[in-house]
């Protein structure tokens, strides 16, 4: 049972571009949600988060969008650079005492010039 | 300040061997969680370590097992590999209830 799915395998997009990541999750009890970004050869790097009290959180060039009522968040980056190319993954977290957190099997940004 | 080290980076087993991977966590921290990340898909959660006791376990058999040592280093043990155990393995290290770190992985290939 994927409770977090990432549908879009991958997304090019244009060097100064927006680019926008789409994750979609199932449990309506997760509390927190976060992106982490993977270069290859590389552990996960935390990029952004939002609490499921909020429904917007903005941080430099990424900013992330909850909507609870779907289900679904998505991570805007802009404008888009060539250092941006990796694999992003969504992950959600169930409750507030948990580290425990549930993966989304990743989407691949290329960023062209 | 050296971040999260797992070691060895690269591992080659045959079936129904056991393997041990390591993790030392980011200095400071002192929970230690380790995920299995397979080919196409997300980081699945293993376990979870703290204070040198599993606090939380995810949905895997019993032939995963794992360890902490006093100095917050981890080990994670895999008996009677099977072909679908080949992945890479992700510890990642935090305070509790904290952002957590995550090493470059094992990447553990069972034949």
């Known amino acids: 049972d994927q409770q977090v799915k990432q549908n879009s395998p991958s997304l090019s997009v244009q060097e100064g571009r927006i680019s926008i990541l789409n994750c979609d999750y199932t449990n309506s009890m997760f509390d927190y949600f976060l992106w982490y970004k993977k270069y290859p050869a590389e552990g996960p790097t935390f990029l952004i988060s939002?609490?499921?009290?909020?429904d917007k959180n903005e941080d430099g060039r990424f900013t992330v969008f909850l909507n609870k009522s779907a289900k679904h968040l998505s991570l805007h980056i802009v404008p888009s650079q060539p250092g941006d190319s990796a694999v992003y993954f969504c992950a959600a977290r169930l409750s507030y005492n948990t580290d425990k957190l549930i993966f989304g099997t990743g989407t691949r940004l290329q960023v062209f010039p | 300040d050296a971040g999260v080290t797992q070691s060895p980076t690269h591992l080659i087993k045959t079936r129904g061997q056991q393997v041990t991977l390591r993790c030392s966590p980011k200095s400071g921290h002192d929970t230690v969680s380790w995920y299995q990340q397979a080919l196409g898909q997300g980081p699945q959660f293993i376990f979870q370590?703290?204070?040198?006791?599993?606090?939380q376990r995810g949905n895997f058999p019993d032939r995963f097992s794992g360890h902490q040592f006093p100095n917050y280093s981890s080990e994670l043990n895999v008996n009677a590999l099977l072909l679908g155990d080949s992945a890479l393995y992700l510890c990642?290290?935090?305070?509790?209830?904290?952002?957590?770190?995550f090493g470059p992985g094992t990447r553990l290939t069972v034949l």
């Open positions: 990642a290290s935090s305070l509790i209830l904290d952002e957590q770190f």
């Open positions: 939002i609490s499921s009290i909020k």
């Open positions: 370590y703290y204070e040198e006791e599993e606090r």
